[in-house]
């Protein structure tokens, strides 16, 4: 059960990223996350920030944070760039589709998981990822909807 949480943690919290939460990474951090982490923590997600929504759009990462600190986001940019809404979105997905693969072979050559769990995992995430915002509606958050469904799963099992 333990290693269940191990994989499902850090795959949902990457998930959310890619389904809403990127796009509001890319417009800058909020006071509560800088104080939260630690400063070099903090300047390294943010540097990794700058360079995906750069590698996104197809701009440099210095134009990227030119036009932060402008307050712009990362969907000013795309729309100034004649980028579409629906094609951003699809370009941020596939990013962390990519991020997904790699963390999973991580998991894998570090014998946490096997290939065939990384495989199914993957599939699942992509046949379901159009479902994570129905986790977010009706005021429950998706990682706690998800760890319920587990432990009712492990109830029924159990029974």
Do not use: C
Request: proline content about 1%; charged content about 25%.
């Amino acid at each position: 059960m333990k290693n269940k949480y191990v994989i499902i943690v850090p795959a949902v919290a990457i998930a959310l990223l890619a389904l809403g939460g990127t796009a509001k990474a890319f417009g800058g951090f909020g006071m509560g996350m800088i104080s939260k982490i630690d400063p070099a923590k903090a300047a390294e997600q943010f540097q990794t920030k700058m360079d995906e929504g750069a590698q996104i759009l197809g701009i440099t990462a210095d134009e990227m944070k030119g036009a932060w600190a402008q307050g712009k986001n990362i969907h000013d940019l795309a729309k100034e760039k004649g980028i579409s809404d629906e094609d951003l979105k699809t370009k941020m997905q596939a990013l962390r589709q990519e991020e997904m693969k790699q963390w999973f072979s991580t998991l894998v050559s570090q014998g946490i998981i096997t290939q065939a769990q990384a495989d199914q995992r993957l599939t699942y995430m992509s046949e379901h990822k159009g479902n994570m915002g129905e986790n977010m509606k009706g005021g429950r958050r998706g990682m706690g909807k998800m760890m319920q469904q587990n432990t009712n799963n492990t109830n029924t099992q159990n029974n």
